[in-house]
């Protein structure tokens, strides 16, 4: 939520960052992750805030994700999926998730690419290497955090996450390794309803791995 200066003037660097970032939209919250895990780059304290950050942001319409898969897949959803709900049960800056069963009766979840998402972080990253390259040049302390390689690795980052395909055959090759394992479950890739902003795969009820007391 928004902070008040009062608030702001109280938190630590690294909580202002944070909150800044998370405010700025998508682009910023996936740079402020990536440093998030580089504390050797940007130490302990500034690294554990912006752990804090939040890839969650408000859902977009479900009629949008339908015209989506439409666009795919060149065809009506009805010849895709039986059932599709609108309502999605996740949306994260790059896509989101809803739940549907096929047309052979196999409930799956499809994870949908936002809407102009490729645009809107095309613009960002060229802003965000502006400042990096100004950076480097300008303020001569800032060469140790190699800010331009951070940004070229973020845009690298980001270009296979929306591609869905990548995702799917990674996921793939994770259910294979697992294969046999009755202790580790991972959900098949349903090619047939995949593409690069439409990823569908298998669905089944699991715990989230930070819910350690379920867990044991």
């Known amino acids: 939520g928004a902070k008040s200066p009062e608030n702001l003037a109280e938190m630590r660097p690294g909580e202002r960052l944070t909150a ?7 682009s910023f919250i996936k740079l402020g992750q990536a440093l998030s895990v580089r504390s050797d780059l ?3 304290e500034l690294a554990d805030d912006l752990s804090a950050l939040q890839d969650r942001l408000p859902p977009f319409p479900g009629d949008q994700a339908v015209a ?7 065809q009506p959803l009805t010849e895709i999926f039986s059932s599709f709900d609108e309502t999605p049960v996740a949306a994260a800056s790059i896509a989101q998730v809803h739940f549907a069963t096929t ?3 196999n409930d799956v979840a499809v994870k949908i690419l936002r809407p102009g998402i ?3 972080f095309a613009i960002d990253l060229d802003l965000l290497r502006w400042i990096a390259e100004k950076a480097e040049r300008l303020v001569p302390a800032t060469r140790r955090l190699r800010p331009m390689e951070v940004i070229e690795t973020l845009a690298k980052t980001v270009a296979e996450e929306m591609d869905l395909r990548l995702e799917a055959a990674a996921g793939d090759e994770l259910r294979a390794n697992f294969e046999g394992d009755e202790a580790f479950r ?3 890739m349903d090619w047939l309803r995949t593409g690069r902003r439409v990823l569908t795969l298998e ?3 699991g715990i989230p791995v930070d819910e350690v007391s379920a867990l044991e």
């Open 68 to 74: 989506t898969i439409e666009q795919e897949f060149g």
């Open 103 to 105: 047309q052979d009766g």
């Open 42 to 44: 940007v130490g302990e």
């Open 20 to 26: 800044a970032l998370q405010s700025l939209g998508p």
């Open 118 to 120: 490729e645009q809107a």
């Open 186 to 188: 991972v959900p098949a």
């Open 203 to 205: 669905r089944f009820a």
